[in-house]
């Protein structure tokens, strides 16, 4: 009897600890698994939120939406690779190469051209929000002369740190019309030399 009173006892000790150890296992399981989550969608930069919440800040404004372009997305690839390769953080390379070059170098007939970088974010919120307190990269964010961007996010190691590295193209390509006017004009400035027709 005292062996049944004993087992009694013990399997009671056992049934509060396993109660202990299950609610203990459900709480880090609920943790384990969504905080990584959550982790992960808050942690993270990608080019369709970026073009997303950049135009939202303009629809706020009352702004047209930039529509995506894949010659200013290529502009913007380039770049950041040469930001994570050459490891450097600036508008001009350590070479010297401009933004624009960036954008001429994929041949986008542009009117009008602008950049906007960030890196050391850890979600595109983040970024915008930033980009959006800054003078400057408000500017380019709310220009109404704008209506095509490019971003494109890469991850790397820039200046010692792993991070996100962000570089946003917007741009108003020229009309054609305007492209060909350019053309006439080159050539007939320089016709009297025989130069070729080329911009």
Not at 71 to 97: M, R, V, W
Not at 102 to 125: C, P, R
């Amino acid at each position: 009897m005292a062996r049944q009173h004993l087992l009694y006892f013990i399997v009671g000790l056992q049934r509060k600890t396993a109660v202990i150890l299950i609610l203990l296992l459900s709480i880090s399981s609920v943790l384990f698994f969504v905080t990584p989550l959550y982790g992960q969608s808050r942690k993270n930069v990608t080019a369709e939120e970026l073009i997303n919440l950049t135009n939202q800040s303009r629809a706020d404004f009352n702004l047209a939406p930039l529509y995506q372009n894949f010659q200013l997305t290529q502009a913007a690839k380039n770049k950041a690779n040469d930001l994570i390769k050459k490891n450097y953080f600036s508008h001009n390379s350590p070479d010297g190469k401009t933004f624009s070059q960036w954008v001429k170098e994929v041949d986008y007939q542009y009117a009008i051209v602008g950049e906007n970088l960030a890196m050391g974010f850890s979600s595109s919120e983040a970024v915008v929000k930033a980009w959006l307190k800054s003078a400057q990269h408000r500017q380019n964010i709310l220009n109404p002369r704008y209506n095509q961007i490019g971003i494109y996010v890469k991850k790397g190691k820039l200046e010692d740190q792993n991070t996100f590295v962000v570089v946003q193209y917007f741009g108003a390509p020229y009309p054609p019309i305007m492209i060909l006017s350019e053309n006439l004009l080159f050539y007939q400035r320089n016709n009297r030399q025989n130069y070729p027709v080329a911009v």
